[in-house]
């Protein structure tokens, strides 16, 4: 399944698709009030950063093939500079945190 149709609610703020069977995220970069995406429980293996509005600070991607990878918090806090909470655990910043490649 697919996000389609959301391009022209520019005010839309709050997103809850959880187990929608969403594969891919696209069409959400040119929402710019949207703070809240939960995404949990879909079945999206890659995030393209790109698709994602600046303005999220809440971001749920829970239980996505694209949660398993080693590298998927720190490639979401650093491409999201809001972000201030990704999958209920709140975001650090700052040496040894979440976009800290090292650890």
């Known amino acids: 399944s697919r996000i ?3 391009q022209y609610l520019k005010a839309l ?3 809850s698709l959880d187990h929608n069977r969403i594969e891919q995220v696209e069409g959400l970069r040119d929402l710019p009030a949207l703070s809240y995406l939960g995404l949990a429980h879909n079945r999206i ?3 393209a950063h790109e698709q994602l509005p600046p303005s999220l600070r809440f971001l749920n991607l829970y239980a ?3 949660s398993l990878s080693a590298t998927y918090r720190s490639e979401i806090v650093a491409a999201l500079p809001a972000l ?3 999958d209920h ?3 650090e910043r700052g040496v040894g945190s979440d976009n ?3 650890g």
Do not use: S, Y
Request: glycine residues 10%; contains cysteine; charged residues 35%.
């Open 64 to 66: 996505n093939p694209c």
């Open 89 to 91: 655990i709140e975001v």
């Open 45 to 47: 293996g890659r995030v």
């Open 84 to 86: 201030i909470e990704l």
């Open 13 to 15: 703020c709050f997103i």
């Open 100 to 102: 800290d490649d090292d």
């Open 4 to 6: 389609d149709g959301l």
